[in-house]
Every structure is written in C-alpha cells, then in structure tokens.
C-alpha cells in the first residue's frame, strides 16, 4: 500500500515495466522476497487568466464587412469563452465562431444571439503558432480608432492585430483562457516485500465486515487470531488516508462512516499475526 496520489507501480528504480496504479498492489504469489517501486503523479491545474480588449470602451458600431482578429500563442492553453455585443436593435440569429490556422479550419462553433453582451463559451484547444478567430457572418460590434495593439492574453500569447488592420478590433472581447495542467512527478520509493517463516499468519484467519455495502456503521469481526488487530487506517480512492486508530488487540470494533461521502474505501487492518485489505462501499 503507498500514500499519494496517482500512484504508480513498477519493478525497477527507474524505468522499468508499470504493474499496477493505485494505492494498493496485489503482488503475484512469491517464492521470496522482492522489491517494488512506487511513485506518484500530482496534477495541478492550469490557471485561468484573462485577454484581449476587455469590453468595447471607444469609437465602433456593427461592422460593414466580416473582419477578424489574429493572434500569436507561445504555450498550449484552451479558450474557455469570449464576449460579443449586439446592439438592442441589432441583427440576432445564428452566428458561427471559427478557430483557424492558416488555411486549416480548427474548431468552430454555433450560437444564437441576444440583444447586448453575449458569452460564448468556446473551450477550443490551441497550440502554438499564429492563428485567425473569425465569425463570417459578422454584424457584431467592433472598434475602430486608435487601438492598443498587441493585446496580451495572458501570459500565452498575444492578439497582434485584425484583418484590417490595427485600428480595427473585431468582435471577440474578455478572453478567458484555462493554462495546461501541469503534473509533477515524484521520486519512486521502495516497497520491500520480506518472506520470513518465523511467525505465519494463521490459516484459518477469517475476517467479516457487515454490512457492505453500507450507509453508515460498520461491525468488524476477526475469527481465528488470538491476538487481534492493532491498528487501522481508511483510505478513499484515490489514496488519501482518511482515519485512522490504534486498536489493543482487539478481535471486533465498529467502524463508523455516517460522516463519509459516498464512494468506495479501502480499509486496512494490522496486528502481529494479521494483516488485511478491505474493499468497503459507502452507499
């Protein structure tokens, strides 16, 4: 069993053949002691900045032509959404928001209009490189005038200037954009599997959990150990250790999980002769 989160299993230090993911690995049966290596996988997600012009603060009306904006990226990141504005006795309907790289059409999507601000949420995927965002159908608000050329978007990438030039800005105000996640990998650990025949688990250990699947209280029953268990530990699913107790050799106790959400567990009891994994399942 490993703490951590993400964990991975492997049979070398470095390198190596992956034999399992999660906290718990069930080894296949050994003739003599072995070392394993685990190490754990920590996703933090990316941030969320901001971009482009921010409302339609200056000079502008409906555009006469279809213009769009282009912008340069120098990391990965996804578009979550822009604002558009349609005046209160503008033209509504459909409008069609396409990604483009060069001549390859990327990712588009489809929106119905109301009268003012409108958030399109876009989550298009853009890599690095130069690209174009349009919207052919036009008769959305823009700027004109003098402008602020580039517009930063983030720390990413930038808005360099419109089809028309730079004292054009089209369409697409208060960039929201999701930075890549990034996962950091830690050093492996060595789990040491010891064969030792100086004191055997009894054979006719037995060990019951009722009820499992459970809303709540759970009874704990070891049959067959002399000496009982001495400590347990509750882990969820992915890992993270969620209680735990020191036991006096007790042979039953009752666990409760009224404070728990739903999911599925894993229980870990231990003595000197004993030592088990319980699946549990909070409903």
Known sequence: MAEGENCQWYDQPSGGNL???????????????ATYFVESHYIYPGEIQSGGK????????????????????????????????VPSD??????????WSGDSLLAFKRFELNPG??????????????????CQQGNLWRNTGELDYPYPIG?????????????YY????????????KECVSTRSAVHVILSATKEIEDNQTLSVFPNPTTGI??????????????FRLLDASGREILKQILDNVNSFHLDLNRLSAGVYMLQIS??????????IKN
Not at 55 to 81: I, K
Not at 119 to 129: Q, R, S
Request: glycine share 12%; no cysteine; net charge negative.
């Open 90 to 99: 503008g033209p509504l309907g459909t409008r069609f928001v396409q990604l």
């Open 54 to 85: 921010t409302d339609t603060t200056g000079v502008g009306g409906l555009a006469g032509q279809a213009g769009y904006l282009l912008f340069e990226t120098w990391a990965p990141f996804t578009l979550l959404s822009v604002t558009v504005y």
């Open 155 to 167: 720390d990413v990438g930038q808005i360099t200037t419109s089809s028309f030039g730079d004292h």
């Open 271 to 280: 003595g000197d002769s004993l030592f088990d994994i319980h699946k549990l």
């Open 218 to 231: 759970l009874l704990i029953d070891i049959k067959g150990n002399k000496e009982g268990a001495k400590f």
């Open 19 to 33: 034999l399992a993911t999660g906290p718990l690995f069930q080894t296949m049966p050994l003739n003599s002691s």
């Open 170 to 181: 089209y369409y697409f105000y208060d960039w929201k954009i999701k930075k890549e996640d």
């Open 117 to 134: 601000a409108n958030v399109f949420d876009l989550n298009f995927n853009v890599p690095v490189g130069k690209f174009s965002l349009l």
